[in-house]
């Protein structure tokens, strides 16, 4: 919420002519009092939600960095954040729940602005969002959910019809089964069933999942997930009814999988650990489903332990990892090459987040002024005009940031940005 201190200037000498300063966060968003979990942004780049082992959310408002909502949208640790168009914000916590609110730019004005970190009184109770949709999941595995658009038939969404708000196109998530914890749920809104299950892997013993991925085309689904044996799964699923076959397994890691990400191409996917291995393993296509050679692409010793918050940025370039060491990193995502090491934090990183790459700018724009013949309303027209004319300069400039956001355990969250 306040600038970050000044990029330090570096004399020149033969000694350190070479040397760059050392990188400096644009800005750091200071609100939770407690450790931060989770991070997303949404709304073409002019919100970023960051939530935290309270159970707090908060909505930033990235032209001015500012709180415009604040919530408590879970009794225990928020796992995992998401976004579902424009004005659905998706949270997963520790208390078995994921939840769907309507916070679109109208719900902001009355929603609760003072931060988690300011709160001097116990009793305080924020207004929440509308609640949309509510899903009881397994969270003991401590495993966020994954979720994509599905273009399931209107035979799959039940009786409830997609009228006014409802028209948001239909998702699919992906959680760890209720009953077994190696197993997976496929749930799909707004119908809010479970559509499929994916049964633990008898044949190897892989522990619980630790971390998802999900993908859908047509009929076609294909789920990515990665255990705390250090295995790491792909399963697809074709036709309606037809069981799921796992196409990929390797076990690239010794430690738990923290993270998972797949590439915007949908032709690879990255893997990051307990232990101090990256992986980038090859994600089989409709063509050459049975084609994949059962190893990784790429391994990456890191020498750093505990790697999570794992992220690709839409433009499939980079990506980043949160360190338990308090550095963020990041890398070339077609040969894993550090690429930079940023120090600021000074205790562990838990979550990234990149802002999306040339973002479409539908919606963005400020609603139009309605004028009158009367001069004295015409001229507070004017006056509103323009504020409104520098509130989408200051949009515009969010948006086409290439913002790089992390979460630490010391309650603050640190903007970027890069490349």
């Given at each position: 919420m306040f600038p970050a201190n000044e990029r330090l200037s570096v004399v020149s000498t033969p000694q350190n002519k070479e040397r760059l300063p050392p990188a400096q966060p644009a800005y750091v968003l200071r609100g939770h009092a407690a450790q931060v979990h989770a991070?997303?942004?949404?709304?073409?780049?002019?919100?970023?939600?960051?939530?935290?082992?309270?159970?707090?959310?908060?909505?930033?408002?990235?032209?001015?960095?500012?709180?415009?909502?604040?919530?408590?949208?879970?009794?225990?640790?928020?796992?995992?954040?998401g976004s579902w168009c424009q004005d659905r914000v998706i949270t997963h916590g520790r208390d078995n729940k994921l939840l769907v609110w309507?916070?679109?730019?109208?719900?902001?004005?009355?929603?609760?602005?003072?931060?988690?970190?300011?709160?001097?009184?116990?009793?305080?109770?924020?207004?929440?969002?509308?609640?949309?949709?509510?899903?009881?999941?397994?969270?003991?595995?401590?495993?966020?959910?994954?979720?994509?658009?599905?273009?399931?038939?209107?035979?799959?969404?039940?009786?409830?019809?997609?009228?006014?708000?409802?028209?948001?196109?239909?998702?699919?998530?992906?959680?760890?089964?209720?009953m077994d914890s190696g197993g997976i749920d496929i749930f799909q809104l707004p119908s809010e069933s479970r559509i499929s299950s994916i049964q633990a892997e008898k044949s190897t013993n892989t522990g619980m999942v630790m971390a998802l991925g999900i993908?859908?085309?047509?009929?076609?689904?294909?789920?990515?997930?990665?255990?705390?044996?250090?295995?790491?799964?792909?399963?697809?699923?074709?036709?309606?009814?037809?069981?799921?076959q796992m196409v990929y397994v390797a076990q690239p890691h010794t430690q738990p999988v923290l993270s998972i990400a797949t590439s915007p191409s949908q032709d690879f996917f990255i893997t990051s650990s307990a232990d101090a291995?990256?992986?980038?393993?090859?994600?089989p296509s409709a063509r050459s489903i049975w084609n994949t050679d059962m190893k990784p692409l790429k391994l990456?010793?890191?020498?750093?332990?505990?790697?999570?918050?794992?992220?690709?940025?839409?433009?499939?370039?980079?990506?980043?990892?949160?360190?338990?060491?308090?550095?963020?990193?990041?890398?070339?995502?077609?040969?894993?090459?550090?690429?930079?090491?940023?120090?600021?934090?000074?205790?562990?990183?838990y979550a990234t987040a990149f802002a999306e790459i040339e973002p479409s700018l539908t919606g963005s724009a400020p609603q139009a002024v309605e004028t009158s013949s009367s001069s004295g309303v015409a001229a507070v027209a004017r006056q509103t005009s323009n504020l409104n004319t520098v509130q989408q300069r200051r949009n515009d400039k969010a948006q086409s940031t290439h913002w790089l956001a992390a979460g630490s355990k010391d309650g603050k969250v640190s903007l970027w940005d890069i490349y």
């Open positions: 991070l997303h942004f949404t709304r073409d780049n002019t919100r970023l939600l960051t939530a935290d082992a309270d159970g707090w959310v908060i909505s930033w408002n990235l032209a001015f960095k500012r709180p415009v909502a604040v919530w408590k949208a879970h009794d225990t640790a928020v796992l995992g954040l309507q916070l679109g730019a109208a719900d902001e004005d009355v929603m609760e602005k003072t931060l988690p970190v300011n709160c001097t009184s116990q009793a305080l109770i924020p207004k929440d969002p509308w609640l949309l949709h509510s899903l009881t999941v397994n969270t003991l595995n401590f495993c966020s959910f994954a979720m994509c658009f599905g273009a399931l038939s209107a035979s799959s969404l039940g009786n409830q019809a997609l009228e006014g708000n409802e028209r948001a196109k239909p998702i699919i998530l992906a959680v760890p089964n209720t993908k859908a085309e047509g009929s076609r689904m294909q789920v990515t997930a990665g255990y705390e044996s250090g295995h790491t799964m792909v399963f697809v699923h074709g036709d309606p009814g037809a069981p799921w291995t990256i992986a980038k393993h090859p994600l990456l010793q890191t020498k750093h332990s505990g790697r999570q918050g794992l992220q690709i940025r839409s433009d499939g370039k980079i990506f980043s990892t949160a360190g338990w060491d308090a550095r963020i990193r990041i890398y070339s995502a077609k040969t894993l090459n550090e690429l930079a090491v940023l120090k600021w934090h000074k205790e562990g990183c």
